[in-house]
């Protein structure tokens, strides 16, 4: 079965602060695809990153990184210097390979809010 | 570019009623995709279709009905409405069914469904 968690409910920082989202995932998949979404309080599902499972370099994108460690199934997020606008909700999500099994596993998501 | 469109964006219906969304995907996508995220949750998958077929079944309600029309947009039709329905109803298209980064899957803005 396929499972995300990202045990971190909620985190609080100051803006400016650095800040890491958790997750971890299980997959029996050789082959999978893992993301992450944003979803600010509009509503809307803004995707992030997708990494997949032969690719474990490290990615940063702007303030923006991602730490991708097979051995310990994790995928966390790191945001730099984090501003007002970064409050959202975090999902991370998990996607097999192939067949009809492309729905998107998501996390329960970790509500980041990021105080002025 | 042009997005995956969702009608309407916002439902407010009552108990026991009916309640039919729609999803237009990206030209030229096949795929279609339904999730449902209730109240302080993570989405989760309903049903896709491809090609007009389903090809995938989630924790879809008997009361819930998805169908893809021969121009591929779909419609998630809702019957016996419950307050539990409430719910974010993401539709998200993809060009093709096989897993692969050019398969991705890109999430319209959602319809909030509110239940009274």
């Known amino acids: 079965a396929q499972k995300v968690t990202q045990a971190q409910t909620e985190i609080s920082v100051v803006e400016k602060e650095d800040v890491t989202l958790d997750c971890v995932y299980e997959?029996?998949?050789?082959?999978?695809?893992l993301f992450w979404y944003k979803q600010p309080p509009s509503g809307e599902l803004v995707f992030l990153i997708r990494?997949?499972?032969?690719?474990?370099q490290n990615e940063i994108s702007g303030r923006y990184s991602w730490n991708f460690q097979k051995s310990t199934s994790s995928f966390n997020f790191t945001i730099t210097a984090s501003q007002v606008v970064d409050s959202a909700v975090y999902f991370c999500?998990?996607?097999?390979?192939?067949?009809?099994?492309?729905?998107?596993?998501f996390g329960t998501g970790t509500l980041l809010a990021v105080q002025p | 570019a042009a997005g995956v469109i969702q009608s309407p964006r916002h439902l407010i219906k009552e108990k026991r009623e009916t309640a039919t969304l729609k999803c237009y995907p990206i030209?030229?996508?096949?795929?279609v995709y339904w999730y449902q995220q209730g109240p302080g949750q993570d989405p989760q998958f309903l049903i896709s279709?491809?090609?007009?077929?389903?090809?995938d079944k989630g924790s879809i309600p008997d009361r819930f009905s998805a169908q893809q029309f021969s121009d591929y947009h779909s419609e998630l039709n809702m019957s016996s409405l419950e307050l539990g329905d409430s719910a974010l109803y993401f539709c998200?298209?993809?060009?093709?069914?096989?897993?692969?980064?050019?398969?991705?899957?890109?999430f319209g803005p959602g319809t909030r469904l509110t239940v009274l």
């Open positions: 998200a298209s993809s060009q093709g069914l096989a897993g692969g980064v050019t398969n991705e899957q890109f």
């Open positions: 997959t029996r998949d050789t082959t999978y695809y």
């Open positions: 990494r997949n499972s032969f690719d474990e």
């Open positions: 999500a998990l996607r097999g390979y192939g067949g009809a099994t492309n729905k998107l596993i």
């Open positions: 030209p030229r996508h096949d795929t």
């Open positions: 279709f491809y090609e007009k077929m389903q090809s």
